[in-house]
Structures are given as C-alpha cells and as structure tokens.
C-alpha cells in the first residue's frame, strides 16, 4: 500500500482503467445511435449515469453532439440522471443545453423543474456560462432572463454578460442586445477591464471603433489582449495591430507574467507578418517570461510552419538556452510538435543532449509522443539516433527505458524498443523495477506477462518490501476485472 501512495505522488493522476464506456466516447455519439442500439449498449454493461473524463456523463455527450430530443430525453430518464444532477465543475443539464443553444431541450428541463438560479463551481450561472464561451444566439439569454436570471448584477471576477461575450461579437448586436436589456457598456471587471479589452480579443475592427463612439476606455495592455484572441482562434490580422497602434497603445508593453505579444503570436499560425511588424517596431524577440520562457520556446511547442521557426531561430542569440525547467526549444518540439520542426532544430545546431533540471533527456519528452503519433514518434527517434542520441540511457533518477514507456504507454512501445537492450531488472531510486511500476498502474495482464516473458524476475522487492505480486492485488482495476495475477507469484 505504501509504493501504491508513492507511485500516485510520483506520476500524478492515473487514468480510470478497465471497461471504457462507449457512452464516453464523442465519436460513438457522432453516429446518432438509435434507442435500440443505446439499450444494447448499456446491456452490455455501459453505464449511462456514471460520469467520465472531465466529469461529463453520456447526458452531457448525447447534448454535446446535438442529439435528437428523444434520445436525450431516453438518457434522462435513466435512473441516476436527475434533470438538476451536477455534472462537470458543479454544473447541470441546463449548463449544457444553453451553451448548445438547444432552445427546446432548455425549455423541456425547465418545465421539468430544472433550477435556473445555480452558480457553478466557478460562480456561473447559465447565463454567464453561455456567454463566457460564446453562444451568439440571443433566445438563450432571452429564456434565462425570462427566468429571472440578473442581467445586469450576475457577473464573474466582476463581468458581466456583455463583457463575457464582446469578443465574440462581430457586428456590435451581441453587445447591443445587452445594452437594451439594462447593461452599462462602459461597465468594467473587477481589475477594470471595459468591453473594449474584452472585444479586442476577437479582433473587430468595427466593434471596436463602435465601443469607443459609446465612450468605452481600454486599457494599456488592449494589445496584448489582442495577442492572446479567444480560445482556439488563429490569430488576429495585421491591420488589427496597426489599428491598436494608432490609438497609441504601446508594442512593447510587458504582462504581469512578463511577457510581450510576440509570446504569444508566435503560437498561432500563419502570423510571419504580424511577427516582423513587432520586431521592426522593437519588441524584443529574445525576452524570456517569468519562467524563462522565450518565444521561440512557445513556437517550438506549438506552431508548426516552418517560416516562423526559422525566422526566430535565426534571431535567437541561444539556440540551447533553457527555461527555468531546463527545457530548451528543441525539447519542446520533440514533445509537442512536428518532425520537421525538429529537424530543423537539429540542423541549425540544437544540442540533443540537453538534460532539463529534473534531469531528464530528449527521451522523456519523446515517449508520449508515441501514443498520439507512432510514425512521428519513429521520425523523431531517427532524427535524434542519426546524431548519436541515445534513448536506452538510464535518467537521473534512476529510470530506464521501460520506466518512461510505463507512465504513459503500452505494449506497442515496450515491444519496439526490446531491441535496446535495456535491463529490464533495473530500479529506479523509489527502489521500483518496471514490472513493479506495471503491476501498479496496468489495465490488464498483457504488460505484466510481457515483462515476465522478456525477464522481469517476480521475486524482486520494493524498499517496503513488496513483490510485484503484493503491488497487483492492490491494483484495484485488475482485481474489479477478475483478471489473474497467478503467473506473478
């Protein structure tokens, strides 16, 4: 029990294994499943109640994907699906219909008794949730307002509905709807924010001279609001920066968390021009944020176009400089993006044999990757290999090979990296061997068997004195599955 507690303090949160839930699965929802079909499913064990990742149930999947109002209306009705159940971060039914704008399900849940006045848990309301993500269909304001909902007072760090949904508005009618229903457009958060610091983030132009017709303020950092845009948006046009400048607004102003805009343009893709348009106006293109951060590092996590990357890469003035982590731009590319951005790190000179703070190397940032992208991970791995990396080398902390692969993978990249040699009998400075850490953290026996096979030895001990045998009849998810641990005595 106590490597069990050890093995959570060290990798952190480890998924729910066992029988996945078809109900959880967005794609299973995708094919509009008819009720016999969502009747077979749930005979065949899947739970229709039982929340999955990020809390969601198969309500909030079938509400997601725009099911039909029958089929939901079926899943509500199964036994444990309240129509004010909380679902994810203290949320209801409700929460999800009004950021769908799925009017008659709104009002099918009302008329059900669905509360309208709950907060979640981070203090939304229905209204507020809806606009904070952008729902553009005013009925569902008009439902909420209809049901008491407080236009003008329900607000989150201080805003309120019209500045939660400014960026999204691209014609100034989302923010005059809210005009007309009593909301202050020179209203402000609670750090003074106005609707034009909220707006500019969605980049128009129009909106924006709108604003400050009404006699709306912005503050300083309006730009950098703009650098940063909406949740998934591509970024913002040239001509919105000019504009922002015009009005005097400062290209260098720096965050709190000490970055400029180009920490942030340089996320998104196809912004080559807004790039040189900052540099030429002096933002320095090197600065590193509070964590040692540059924006070559963010590019390098992120962007995959290839003209940006060697923009910056050929201004940086360390190509091997490191963040307070010890991670370096090359590190963030083995992690997160493409191996052509990798090669191209490698081939203007990137050291492969950085080591970060925890002393880890390239190796750790490699292995995720394999789960997502297998070719690429093959890409990468020769990139590396060619200029004489070696993934088999033991880490800081004792870790092999099989211990990185064990956090996050499975067989598939056990068996392909058999080839190296590794000793699979080695401990790790917790005093854990790989079949340790597998009877831990398996799903089922496959990984088990395969480490045994290949020489794991049974009788090993951890420094509490457990065998990998002691460890697997601890491991709730194999016990729950009646799966044998036998072969581990």
Known sequence: ??????????????????????????????????????????SKGNSATIAGPYDAD????????????????????????????????????????ASNANIELMEYLISKGAKTNLRDNFGYTVLSYAA?????????YDICIREGADVVNEKVGGANALLLLAPYDKDFSLISYFINKGVDVKSTDSIGKTAFDYAVKGGHIEVLKALIAKGVKFN???????????????GARLELYKYLVSLNLNPNVISVSGENVLHYIVRKPTQLDVINYFIEKGVEVNKANNEGITPLMYAASTNDDLATLTRLINLS????????????????????????????????????KIVDSDGYNLAYYLIPTFAQNPKA????????EDKGFDIAATQKNGSSLYHLILVKNGLALLKRVERYNVDVNAKNKEGLT???KAAMVAEDDTVLKYLVSIGAKKELITAFNETAYNLAKENEFLTKQHISIDFLK
């Open 1 to 42: 029990m106590k490597t069990r507690l050890l093995i959570f303090l060290m990798f952190g949160c480890i998924s729910v294994f066992g029988q996945k839930n078809v109900f959880h699965d967005p794609a299973f929802w995708e094919e509009k499943p008819s009720i016999e079909r969502i009747k077979g499913e749930i």
């Open 377 to 384: 991970f093959d890409v990468k791995l020769k990139l590396l």
């Open 317 to 352: 003035k360390n190509l091997h400089q490191a963040d307070k982590k010890g991670i370096t731009a090359l590190a963030y590319a083995v992690r997160r993006n493409t191996p052509e951005i990798v090669k191209l790190l490698i081939d203007k000179g990137a050291d492969i």
């Open 132 to 140: 904070a993500i952008g729902q553009t269909n005013t009925r569902v």
């Open 220 to 234: 300083k950092d309006a730009i950098l609001a703009a650098s940063i845009g909406t949740y998934g948006s591509s």
């Open 58 to 97: 198969a309500v909030v999947y079938a509400i997601n994907a725009h099911s039909t109002m029958e089929t939901i209306q079926f899943m509500l009705s199964q036994k444990g699906n309240d129509i004010n159940k909380i679902v994810s971060n203290g949320r209801t039914y409700l929460y999800s219909a």
């Open 434 to 436: 790989a079949l340790h």
